[in-house]
């Protein structure tokens, strides 16, 4: 009987070690593609947590250049990034940015997280970091809910920025010039311009959206009355601030009745405005019945997509990054 013993030639022993290391290669590469997929999910929560919290809190933008309205931020977002599950978040994670006229008109939110790996350990990956980030800004608000019927020239309103008269304005209800330009009323309701449907709107302001572009006529007649008792009633309803006499410039409440949002605007003829932008001002006593007497004021409202190339002082928010 033969037996036959087969011989293994060099060749065929470096193609086994070849196999053993091709093998070892493709494994180490699924286990770190499965680990990798895994922390793209890790990536994508956090970053839906850095969106989340930085449009919460779009809202305060613009934000003052002080201690305490920083610090206000910064607790604002740890409280909201812990409401979607991720805690131990930074000071250092919070990034004020924009600043103009000492106050920040951006927040960057920046997170990360540090996944370990299970398969990916096989080559030494033993962990896996994700860092996502998520900026808002300010931006001027093209759009506004409860406007009221009075409004400004966009020239006008430059000219007030630019010389600074931004404090106790006289705004001129009737017909006339005004000391900062014209302040004409605006049919914004849809009525004929009678003097009551202008009262309603002056002192509940419009239940409907004004938006940049949209064109109004311009209300006929004098209205001199309409301004002081549209004044009056929304004067009345103030009871912040007790000690001071209500809201003023320098302390306010965003939705108090003495708080106005009015339109910048441009003529396209003697009877028709179109909206450029908004503005805010807050409501002052006057002993003259023509005229509305008030100071310019930032205010916020809430998320538009309408925006406004013209910076009034009342904004919105979006996410830039």
């Known amino acids: 009987m033969r037996i036959n013993f087969r011989r293994f030639t060099a060749e065929e022993g470096a193609s086994a070690v070849i196999v053993a290391i091709m093998l ?11 680990d990798i997929g895994m922390t793209y999910t890790d990536a994508s929560a956090i970053q839906n947590v850095a969106d989340a919290v930085a449009l919460s809190l779009g809202r305060f933008l613009p934000v003052e250049d002080d201690e305490a309205a920083i ?3 910064i607790a604002l977002a740890d409280e909201y990034a812990a409401k979607n599950g991720y805690f131990g978040l930074q000071a250092e994670d919070i990034v004020l940015g924009d600043l103009v006229s000492g106050r920040y008109g951006a927040l960057t939110i920046n997170l990360s997280k540090t996944s370990p790996t299970y398969l990916a350990k096989i080559i030494g990956v033993e962990e896996i970091t994700s860092r996502k ?4 800004s300010a931006v001027p608000a093209g759009s506004v809910t409860g406007c009221v019927p009075v409004g400004i020239s966009a020239s006008a309103y430059e000219t007030a920025m630019a010389t600074g008269i931004t404090e106790h304005v006289v705004f001129k209800a009737g017909g006339g010039g005004g000391e900062s330009g014209f302040f004409g009323y605006i049919v914004i309701d849809g009525s004929n311009g009678n003097a009551k449907a202008l009262l309603d709107t ?8 004004v938006c940049v572009g949209d064109t109004y006529p311009v209300a006929k007649g ?17 009871t912040h601030f007790p000690e001071d006499g209500g809201c003023t410039y320098q302390h306010y409440v965003e939705n108090c009745p003495r708080v106005m949002s009015f339109m910048i605007y441009e003529f396209i003829d003697s009877t028709t405005v179109k909206v450029n932008g908004f503005s805010a001002f807050i409501l002052e006593h006057s002993e003259n019945e023509d005229e509305i007497q008030g100071s310019f004021i930032n205010l916020n409202v809430p998320y538009t997509s309408y925006t406004s190339d013209i910076d009034g002082g009342i904004y919105t928010y979006k996410l830039t990054g």
């Open 24 to 34: 070892s290669l493709l494994l180490g590469m699924a286990s770190l593609t499965i």
């Open 71 to 73: 610090a206000e931020i």
């Open 133 to 136: 980030s998520a900026t808002i």
């Open 202 to 209: 002056f002192k509940y302001g419009h239940d409907g959206e």
């Open 222 to 238: 004098n209205k001199a009355s309409v301004a002081k008792k549209g004044v009056n009633y929304r004067m009345s309803l103030c």
